[in-house]
């Protein structure tokens, strides 16, 4: 159970992640499609049939799976962290079962790890 952080501030950290996961959810949506909760498939654009426009539609299907391996890492970890919120989790250090110092969490609301552990990995 997490004695550090208020019903407050557990609440204001929710909000936060809240928000982060609609964000991603918006940025991830407008290239690529949601096939369960955190996974989306990119789609592929078309340009047109001319050769060029086939060198463009495959750099920008690139750089979107790029772009979608990224968001989607990011949307993990928010769900992670309200999932820990629901489990009573939030804010202890899944490396050392320490507390995660509060600045921390305000800078990174979805970390994982204290500064020392995540300074050891």
Do not use: W
């Not at 609440?11 to 949506?29: G, I, P, V």
């Not at 989306?40 to 539609?57: A, H, P, Q, R, S």
């Amino acid at each position: 159970m997490n004695i550090m952080l208020s019903k407050e501030q557990l609440e204001k950290f929710k909000e936060r992640l809240l928000e982060e996961k609609a964000k991603f959810e918006s940025e991830l949506a407008n290239f690529a499609e949601k096939k369960s909760e955190g996974d989306y498939k990119t789609l592929y654009v078309d340009f047109g049939d001319e050769v060029d426009d086939n060198v463009e539609e495959y750099r920008q299907h690139e750089f979107n799976l790029s772009l979608e391996k990224k968001l989607e890492e990011g949307l993990k970890d928010v769900l992670d962290a309200l999932q820990r919120i629901e489990d009573g989790t939030y804010g202890i250090c899944e490396g050392t079962g320490k507390e995660i110092q509060l600045e921390r969490l305000e800078a990174y609301p979805a970390a994982r790890y204290c500064i020392e552990y995540a300074d050891k990995k």
